[in-house]
């Protein structure tokens, strides 16, 4: 898939990998579409990257914004790149050390985020899709989404998040095999430790354990590393139904 051209929309686009998607996108050609629900830093964003109105207020679990996003990045051009990095976690076990069992509305929240907003945006985007006309490959368009090494093995604490995580993985060969008739590809990207702005939150010396943990290289990931792969994966024509780890190596421990 040729990148310039073509119009990109990027959710959670206001900083971490979804920022840095939508730089290295916009720097290749395309016409990128900022989605956030971050208005003021998602709006400076898009005015760097040629005007605000670019801009689109995005909750992924709202079938209203998400269409309202797709819209307005198919009014742009040919809407044919989706990178979906929109989601978040919280810390709970599924029993605290108290006996007392997790939220189950607290487990829901994080399931619709993650597991159903990355559907919403999918599904959504790739109605859009194949409504273009077929590329020389073939192709109306891509998607990338985002899981999480935690989907493989989370963590104490990490219940809800690497189930919702873990149901993005399950989905990506599912619904590459289901759009492969409109000629939609679809990818997952499975981050490790990126140094993204919550990540950078974290104390100092627990970043530093983090970065040991990783067998090579020892550091944290960089978040412009998952706007290269995800680019990759939008021009490589083969990459369809994968879910690519990018995490160093490195394997989560139980805690």
């Keep these: 898939m040729e990148i310039a051209g073509n119009v990109a929309l990027v959710t959670g686009?206001?900083?971490?990998?979804?920022?840095?998607?939508?730089?290295?996108?916009?720097a290749a050609g395309a016409t990128v579409i900022v989605a956030?629900?971050?208005?003021?830093?998602?709006?400076?964003v898009a005015t760097e990257l040629g005007g605000s109105d670019r801009f689109v207020r995005c909750d992924v679990t709202s079938e209203g914004e998400v269409t309202a996003a797709v819209e307005a990045a198919a009014d742009r051009g040919r809407l044919a790149i989706c990178v979906h990095c929109g989601g978040g976690g919280?810390?709970?076990?599924t029993l605290a050390r108290d006996g007392t069992p997790h939220d189950l509305d607290?487990?829901?929240?994080?399931?619709?985020?993650?597991?159903?907003?990355s559907f919403n945006m999918l599904r959504l985007a790739a109605a859009a899709m194949a409504k273009n006309d077929a590329d020389e490959g073939g192709e109306?368009?891509?998607c990338?989404?985002?899981a999480s090494i935690a989907g493989y093995e989370g963590q104490i604490g990490q219940v809800a998040y690497g189930s919702a995580k873990a149901g993005v993985i399950g989905m990506t060969i599912?619904?590459?095999?289901?759009?492969?008739?409109?000629g939609v590809r679809v990818c997952t990207i499975a981050p490790g430790t990126i140094a993204t702005p919550p990540m950078m939150m974290v104390p100092e010396a627990m970043r530093d354990v983090f970065a040991a943990n990783v067998p090579?290289?020892?550091?944290?990931?960089?978040?412009?590393?998952?706007?290269?792969?995800?680019?990759?994966?939008?021009?490589?024509?083969?990459?369809?139904?994968?879910?690519?780890?990018?995490?160093g190596a490195v394997r989560f421990q139980p805690k």
């Design 174 to 182: 599912i619904a590459a095999r289901d759009l492969s008739s409109v």
């Design 144 to 146: 990338v989404l985002t």
């Design 13 to 26: 686009a206001a900083s971490g990998l979804g920022e840095a998607t939508a730089r290295r996108l916009h």
């Design 140 to 142: 109306r368009g891509v």
């Design 36 to 44: 956030d629900i971050a208005e003021e830093r998602g709006r400076a």
């Design 216 to 247: 090579f290289p020892k550091r944290l990931g960089r978040p412009d590393e998952y706007a290269a792969l995800a680019q990759h994966i939008v021009e490589n024509g083969y990459l369809n139904g994968e879910v690519i780890r990018l995490d």
């Design 106 to 117: 607290a487990f829901r929240r994080v399931v619709e985020l993650n597991l159903v907003g």
């Design 90 to 93: 919280i810390a709970a076990r």
